[in-house]
């Protein structure tokens, strides 16, 4: 299935990076504010896809584009372009993100970068690599040295208010804050150990599924904004290493309204 998932997101990265040859000539359109969709988009989704079908025809699909597709206890989570305002503008930080759920559970994740051609892949109970090369998130303790990333919440301004104040704290705290504008990347950035922590709210099942499999088989910790593990319910997550995501949370929490508990 790991393969399966890997021939999958380079399939979908090939057709990325074609196309990115001539961004003037997409079709682009807007699915809400600040959020686009292009045809590079619907086109690696049914790559995607076909590969899977192709080998699991009774799989279940949930992709970001075409929705939910109905089929057993299997689940396949897909992004086919996490990052598209970045790819649409030639900004070099996007990716294809693809997920395996069992009975609930994530069991595969893949992050694809095809500009870099960095392979993110994770098992439950294998680990994580990055090119078939075991990665782990880092060994920093110091919130005062940490590199954090974040996404801002441009979907919901309802929580624009306690996402600054969260900013604002934090900016006092650690070293550096990024936000590159692809969370599928900076989860994989963080199992690898090139960022210390990172938090964001509202965030799509299929942003997240498969860089969460990558950073706990990396060793890192990731909860929702109640210290539990209803994220992929939430789309609010706060993850690092122990310590630092246990000083992240502390940081963010005195901030948090009801409703994004």
Do not use: C
């Not at 995607?48 to 025809?57: D, F, H, L, R, S």
């Not at 624009?160 to 704290?169: G, N, Q």
Request: proline share 3%.
């Amino acid at each position: 299935m790991l393969n399966i998932a890997v021939r999958a997101a380079r399939n979908a990265g090939d057709l990325i990076q074609r196309s990115s040859e001539d961004l003037g000539r997409l079709t682009i359109s807007k699915k809400s504010h600040n959020d686009f969709v292009s045809e590079v988009d619907y086109i690696a989704e049914a790559e995607i896809i076909q590969v899977i079908k192709n080998a699991y025809p009774e799989h279940s699909i949930l992709a970001e584009e075409s929705g939910e597709h109905v089929g057993n206890e299997y689940t396949w989570v897909i992004d086919p372009l996490d990052g598209t305002t970045n790819y649409l503008h030639g900004y070099p930080q996007y990716a294809v993100s693809i997920a395996l759920k069992h009975k609930g559970k994530i069991e595969i994740g893949v992050v694809y970068d095809p500009l870099r051609d960095e392979l993110f892949t994770a098992e439950k109970g294998g680990g994580a690599m990055l090119n078939n090369r075991r990665i782990r998130v880092s060994k920093q303790s110091d919130m005062n040295a940490a590199l954090i990333g974040t996404g801002f919440p441009f979907k919901f301004p309802q929580h624009l208010d306690a996402y600054l104040a969260m900013f604002k704290t934090l900016t006092h705290q650690v070293a550096g804050i990024r936000r590159a504008g692809s969370a599928a990347l900076d989860l994989a950035y963080l199992a690898a150990g090139r960022l210390d922590g990172f938090w964001e709210i509202g965030l799509k099942e299929w942003d997240m599924a498969a860089g969460i499999l990558l950073v706990q088989e990396a060793g890192g910790v990731v909860t929702d904004f109640s210290f539990n593990e209803h994220y992929l319910q939430t789309g609010n997550i706060v993850t690092g290493n122990m310590k630092i995501q246990q000083a992240l949370y502390k940081a963010i929490e005195p901030h948090l309204s009801a409703s994004l508990k």
